[in-house]
């Protein structure tokens, strides 16, 4: 199918962020999520990390969630009437919304976080639908069987209910421990259905189908994704253009979040830098994917100079605990800007006695992505029009 001619219209952003250090988290309840004021047009949701032990925490302790992630990016909706507070994943990679994952099929840590994310009741709720449809939804980690209804939304700070948002309600699931918000591309571009973010413009709760989102470091365990526009106060310096390559161009035909990146290069914590060969190549942006996926040839490479030449049987290098405390950076070079994530950033640490540490790369021969480790240190957008709050 070919793609809309949107899509040849759009753009994303993308800013280096020295910036997005809020002080250490603050001493907060598990639920509600405060939440800014909202300006008009611009709805501001904070960004809950996994590891933020204000919200996700059982008796203090972090929950780790067992290898796949050091940090996931959460988000609060209030679903049905009264609202009914619900954790979901945000995940540029996807386009729908559903919750309700099956705790059951998760274990141990996955498990203590998936039940404390919240479940939303439809009995519960005297504005919900039920559509009678269903589809399953596959991610590159977890399945989901949903049928879908529709329900009011309602944003936490702002007076904006949305009415009637479709989304799915998971009868079964895989090896998911939280629904997901799928903010990718909406109706007639990759849904069928108007999606959470075609919604918002559509109920005037935006101006613009457009968001900037700022995942915040691994230190300040929140970010905040802006719907509706660029929240100035977060941007030092200007922002980048970059053109979104169209779904009929794109490695995978799918219309999500392609653009070109020029290279990449390895600055050592002496200063050295040094380019990667064969790294043009169109990527995209997933906030869903904790791990950044490249090429095996080029893994190897980095990992190399990680000291760690070879990945161990589920992909991941480890690496000395050591290079996250040290000053080098991994950059991403893109046509006028150039993300350099830190050391800090790249490497996960596994807890445990002693820890252990991965590079938060990993190979992949089929799919090429820029997942968390290095968002964390961009902020990246995606527009359909310019617009500021
Ligand atoms: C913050 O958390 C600590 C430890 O749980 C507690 O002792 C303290 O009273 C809390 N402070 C506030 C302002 O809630
Ligand atoms: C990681 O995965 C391996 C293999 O699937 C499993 O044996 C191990 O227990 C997992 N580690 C954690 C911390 O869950
Ligand atoms: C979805 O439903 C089908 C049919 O009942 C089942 O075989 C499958 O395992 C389910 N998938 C998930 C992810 O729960
Ligand atoms: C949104 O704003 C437009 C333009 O002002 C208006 O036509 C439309 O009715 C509004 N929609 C809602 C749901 O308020
Ligand atoms: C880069 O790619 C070209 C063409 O695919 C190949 O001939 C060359 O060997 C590659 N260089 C490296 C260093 O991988
Ligand atoms: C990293 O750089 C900062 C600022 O340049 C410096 O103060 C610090 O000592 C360096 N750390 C290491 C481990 O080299």
Not at 20 to 47: F, M
Not at 76 to 93: C, E, K, M, R
Not at 245 to 272: L, Y
Not at 336 to 348: A, D, F, Q
Request: proline residues 6%; aromatic residues 10%; negative net charge.
């Amino acid at each position: 199918m070919a793609a809309p001619s949107l899509l040849t219209t759009t753009f994303a952003l993308l800013l280096l962020a020295l910036c997005c250090g809020r002080s250490a988290a603050q001493n907060q309840s598990i639920i509600p999520v405060p939440v800014p004021t909202h300006d008009k047009g611009c709805i501001h949701l904070p960004i809950i990390h996994s590891t933020n032990v204000n919200y996700f925490s059982k008796r203090g302790v972090q929950l780790q969630l067992a290898n796949r992630s050091d940090v996931a990016y959460y988000a609060q909706l209030s679903i049905g009437t009264p609202p009914q507070p619900v954790f979901v994943q945000l995940d540029t990679g996807s386009f729908e919304l559903w919750v309700n994952p099956d705790c059951t099929t998760v274990d141990g840590a996955d498990a203590d976080f998936c039940d404390r994310i919240g479940q939303y009741d439809t009995a519960k709720s005297s504005t919900v639908t039920s559509l009678g449809t269903t589809k399953t939804l596959r991610y590159g980690i977890g399945s989901a069987n949903i049928t879908y209804v529709t329900d009011t939304i309602t944003l936490a700070g702002s007076t904006t209910a949305l009415q009637d948002v479709q989304f799915g309600v998971a009868t079964s699931s895989q090896d998911a421990f939280s629904g997901i918000l799928g903010i990718g591309y909406g109706k007639d571009i990759a849904t069928r259905y108007l999606n959470f973010v075609d919604q918002l413009k559509l109920q005037n709760a935006t101006r613009v189908k457009a968001y900037t989102l700022a995942l915040g470091s691994k230190e300040a365990e929140e970010g905040v994704i802006v719907f509706g526009g660029v929240d100035t106060s977060k941007f030092g310096g200007g922002l980048t253009r970059l053109p979104i390559i169209a779904a009929d161009q794109s490695p995978d035909r799918v219309p999500r979040f392609w653009v070109g990146m020029n290279s990449i290069s390895f600055t050592s914590p002496a200063g050295e830098t040094r380019e990667y060969a064969n790294t043009s190549m169109p990527v995209f942006l997933d906030s869903g994917s904790t791990m950044t996926l490249l090429p095996p040839e080029l893994t190897a490479e980095i990992g190399r100079d990680f000291g760690a030449p070879f990945p161990d049987s589920n992909g991941f290098f480890r690496v000395d605990c050591a290079l996250a405390e040290m000053n080098g950076t991994l950059n991403f070079a893109f046509e006028g800007v150039t993300i350099s994530v830190p050391y800090k950033e790249l490497i996960r640490e596994v807890p445990g006695t002693p820890p252990a540490c991965f590079l938060g790369i990993t190979p992949s021969s089929s799919f090429v992505l820029l997942g968390d480790t290095f968002l964390r240190s961009a902020y990246s957008m995606s527009v359909f029009v310019p617009s500021v709050c």
